[in-house]
């Protein structure tokens, strides 16, 4: 079946550093993919997507490629910031699929002043 | 401002005990959802509804059940609940779509510890 691998966490990092958070997935087809963020004593929110192969999601200074090659989807910003601190979930959609996300375990990041 | 609300953020129960997590979405959605999110786990999703009356077992649905009799209101049940059945209670709903994706909202979540 489907699945999403993420890197371990905890990350810690100091404000201004470079984020990567590594995400791989296992799919048939062509999934949609995405990253949802949950701040401490939220729910989940939808921080990103790409729907086909090279595509790019952004959105408040993150980013991330669908890489089909590698079937990679991995996490980026430039400048973290410390409220940046959350727990990021990559998932997967099933191509077709308007119903189901497959998440990863999730990875916890914490920037210090 | 599209909101879905979960009826408690903290719940205590002891086993044995029926539980009722209610959720309500104000945005009109057919999907809805219920995940439980554990430590190192993430996400696992537990049942789903596409309809009113009409469900669909998720990954993990053994010890619960669910109910949707209105559009706007999806509750997951847990007929005795048991200790490993503590966990954060995610609900979630969508618009139904047939070849894009809709993106997924999620309550605040439920915290349950069952004694």
């Known amino acids: 079946g489907d699945s999403v691998t993420q890197m371990e966490g905890p990350v810690t990092l100091s404000e201004e550093a470079f984020l990567t958070i590594n995400c791989t997935y296992t799919?048939?087809?062509?999934?949609?993919l995405f990253w949802y963020v949950q701040y401490p004593g939220e729910g989940l929110q939808l921080l990103l997507k790409a729907t086909k192969a090279d595509d790019k999601g952004s959105n408040k200074g993150f980013e991330a490629t669908y890489r089909k090659e590698t079937t990679s989807f991995h996490l980026e910003k430039g400048s973290v910031q410390v409220s940046d601190s959350a727990v990021y979930f990559c998932?997967?959609?099933?191509?077709?699929?308007?119903?189901?996300?497959?998440f990863g375990s999730g990875t916890q990041l914490t920037v210090l002043p | 401002d599209v909101k879905v609300t979960q009826s408690s953020r903290y719940l205590v129960k002891r086993t044995g005990e029926k539980v009722f997590l209610e959720c309500v979405q104000d945005?009109?959605?057919?999907?809805m959802f219920w995940y439980r999110q554990d430590p190192g786990l993430g996400l696992r999703l537990i049942y789903f509804s596409y309809d009113v009356k009409m469900k669909e077992k998720g990954d993990i649905p053994e010890g619960y059940s669910v109910s949707r009799e209105k559009k706007e209101r999806f509750s997951l049940i847990l007929e005795s609940a048991s200790t490993n059945q503590t966990s954060m209670y995610l609900c979630?709903?969508?618009?139904?779509?047939?070849?894009?994706?809709?993106?997924?909202?999620f309550g605040p979540g439920t915290r349950l510890t069952v004694l």
């Open positions: 979630a709903s969508s618009l139904w779509g047939t070849t894009d994706y809709n993106e997924q909202f």
């Open positions: 799919a048939t087809g062509y999934p949609s």
């Open positions: 998932a997967l959609s099933p191509f077709g699929s308007a119903r189901q996300l497959t």
């Open positions: 945005m009109d959605h057919e999907n």
